[in-house]
């Protein structure tokens, strides 16, 4: 994992306007969210079995994540790489995995060595810096 030091950090908006910068810059609501907590991740490079994310999270100050107006303040972004198995599983969910009821494996390594760190961090500050710039064009980013 590559911490990130961007103007993000501790900056906060509306989700309903983060969410909608984001959709069109390629990020997504992480899987692990609840009402209080959660990520965008938007994927920097997928090859083979890898796939390098720049996850920004945030917590939701005031209101529940599923609403428009909830406010939330930013965390530290950083990049991560995940590291899945590209073949047939060969435990007991394989015939699922195969058959496609099933469309995610569950990574080998969840946080995978990261070789050419400065290409990452540089990429992931670009990424960080689109949805920086989307926010304040909208005029909807607050220093906490």
């Not at 083979?48 to 999270?57: A, H, K, L, V």
């Not at 710039?133 to 980013?141: D, G, I, N, V």
């Amino acid at each position: 994992m590559l911490k990130l030091q961007t103007e993000l950090d501790g900056q906060r908006a509306s989700f309903g306007v983060v969410s909608d910068c984001i959709r069109g810059l390629g990020y997504h609501l992480g899987g692990n969210w609840d009402y209080h907590k959660g990520s965008f991740d938007h994927i920097l490079c997928r090859e083979g079995g890898e796939t390098i994310y720049i996850r920004i999270p945030f917590i939701v100050t005031e209101g529940e994540l599923d609403e428009y107006d909830a406010s939330i303040e930013f965390g530290t972004s950083y990049v991560i790489k995940h590291v899945v198995h590209v073949g047939l599983d060969s435990d007991e969910s394989s015939l699922i995995d195969a058959t496609g009821f099933s469309q995610f494996q569950k990574p080998i390594d969840t946080d995978g060595k990261i070789i050419d760190k400065n290409r990452w961090i540089h990429a992931g500050e670009v990424a960080v810096n689109d949805l920086i710039e989307c926010l304040y064009a909208q005029a909807h980013l607050k220093s906490s």
